[in-house]
């Protein structure tokens, strides 16, 4: 079984400033999918960035990136120009291909200040 | 604007009282999932349909039921809920899983259930 694992439960970040938040997974597979989620305080759950483990070049949405090393099973979002509104939980995700299911990390809570 | 939508927010029910959640969406998706979130836990998956089709986890309580009438919505029916059902009950959709397609799962804003 797959499981995906994310070291930080909290994070705190300087707005404006750049934040890293790790997640490892493990998988006996070879194609798949990784996601990070932003669940912010009372409000739903919404996709931040989607990874195909087979394509090397790392996604990007805005401020939002990653780092996917396959070899190592690791994918880190950075977050960059962190805004007061970056401040939630994040969960990092795995889907093994399938039939679109996810497995979750543990979550980590964001906090940005001002 | 296209969304899921889950009916009520809040739910108070009493130690031993059936409750239903209920869940609709406007996306058109194939696949509905429940899950349950326990404060700052990573959700749990309960059960998920594909079209009619109803997939069960493994460890998923007898507790717990699920209905799908149609493609928009989507109950959950808990038995005889007791005090470790308190939770956020979130439901989510995707598109059909077409092979490589790694679909996102859009969710509700969640039922939060307190059980007294």
């Known amino acids: 079984a797959q499981t995906v694992t994310q070291s930080q439960p909290e994070m705190s970040v300087q707005e404006a400033e750049t934040v890293t938040l790790s997640c490892t997974y493990d998988?006996?597979?070879?194609?798949?999918?990784l996601f990070w989620y932003k669940q912010p305080p009372s409000r739903q759950m919404i996709l931040v960035i989607r990874q195909e483990a087979y394509k090397q070049q790392n996604a990007t949405e805005n401020r939002f990136s990653v780092n996917f090393q396959k070899a190592a099973k690791s994918f880190s979002l950075k977050i960059s120009d962190s805004q007061l509104g970056d401040a939630a939980m994040y969960f990092c995700?795995?889907?093994?291909?399938?039939?679109?299911?996810?497995?979750f990390g543990g979550g980590t809570r964001l906090m940005v200040k001002p | 604007d296209a969304m899921v939508i889950q009916n009520p927010r809040y739910q108070v029910t009493q130690f031993g009282k059936p409750v239903t959640l209920s869940c609709s969406q406007t996306?058109?998706?194939?696949?509905m999932y429940w899950y349950q979130q326990k404060s700052s836990q990573a959700p749990k998956l309960l059960f998920h349909?594909?079209?009619?089709?109803?997939?069960n986890e493994a460890d998923t309580p007898d507790n717990f039921q699920s209905r799908r009438p149609n493609t928009s919505f989507c109950f959950l029916d808990i038995r005889s809920p007791g005090l470790g059902d308190a939770a956020m009950y979130l439901c989510a959709t995707s598109r059909a899983p077409l092979a490589g397609a790694g679909n996102e799962q859009f969710f509700g804003p969640g039922t939060r259930l307190t059980v007294l």
């Open positions: 996306l058109n998706h194939n696949v």
């Open positions: 995700a795995y889907d093994n291909n399938a039939g679109n299911m996810l497995t």
């Open positions: 349909y594909y079209d009619k089709d109803f997939n």
């Open positions: 998988t006996s597979e070879s194609d798949y999918y």
